[in-house]
């Protein structure tokens, strides 16, 4: 079985712009979660999707956005992006709702964005 | 909102020896808390979890143990292999209408010496 993949793995961006990042989850997983990971605040959750709804939000500005589609496949758009924006976007599915603590999660490698 | 602590940040050990990793969470609605294991240039790899129900759990080389009153887990990883070199990160995660889940510690470097 596939396991959680994300486009593209490195993408170099300029302050002001946006970006759009994917992740295909692993097959028959309806949950798909977002991290942020830096060195210095470490791994944070974004938001997580279910059924094409988001279902849970961390702490991140309007900026930071998302949405799934009905293959349960689901993209994270940042907008204005901020040198601080800069970090590895970790994208992770599960089966059902992992804020319901009843499903593990699984992790992909990442996307590592660069904003000068 | 939550707060979890990791301690050590970095880990050296012998081969063979053993390796503990501590957390502590501020939390108490917290009742789920997985252990991840992230080599470079990889995503974070589920290696164990406990529940608040379970006071400990262990698979194989690995245990992780749970105290709820003083707020803290540990793992615990058994006969060091240099394949366990990576970072390990902690979590403590609460249900879904508790608010933001899934807060992560800041990570330990193990090194495995051969």
């Known amino acids: 079985k596939a396991g959680v993949t994300q486009t593209p793995r490195y993408l170099i961006k300029t302050r002001g712009q946006q970006v759009t990042l994917s992740c295909s989850p692993i097959s028959g997983h309806r949950s798909v979660s977002w991290y942020q990971q830096t060195p210095g605040q470490g791994l944070q959750f974004l938001f997580e999707?279910?059924?094409?709804?988001?279902?849970n939000k961390g702490n991140f500005p309007g900026r930071f956005s998302g949405r799934q589609f009905s293959n349960s496949r689901s993209e994270m758009n940042v907008s204005t992006l901020e040198l601080g924006d800069s970090a590895l976007y970790l994208c992770a599915s599960s089966l059902g709702l992992v804020s319901d603590l009843k499903e593990t999660q699984y992790f992909g490698p990442g996307t590592r964005l660069l904003v000068l | 909102g939550e707060n979890v602590e990791q301690h050590p940040s970095t880990l050296s050990v012998q081969e063979g020896d053993s390796a503990v990793i501590k957390c502590t969470y501020s939390?108490?609605?917290?009742?789920?808390f997985p252990w991840y294991k992230q080599e470079l240039g990889k995503g974070p790899q589920l290696i164990i979890d406990?529940?608040?129900?379970?006071g400990e759990k262990k698979d194989q080389r690995i245990a992780v143990t749970l105290n709820k009153t003083a707020k803290h887990f540990s793992l615990h990883i058994t006969e060091t292999q240099p394949e366990d070199s990576a970072v390990y990160f902690c979590a403590a995660s609460k249900p879904r209408n508790y608010g933001q889940n899934f807060v992560f510690g800041p990570g330990t470097r193990l090194s495995v010496l051969p």
């Open positions: 999707y279910f059924s094409e709804t988001q279902r």
């Open positions: 406990i529940r608040s129900n379970v």
């Open positions: 939390d108490s609605a917290s009742n789920y």
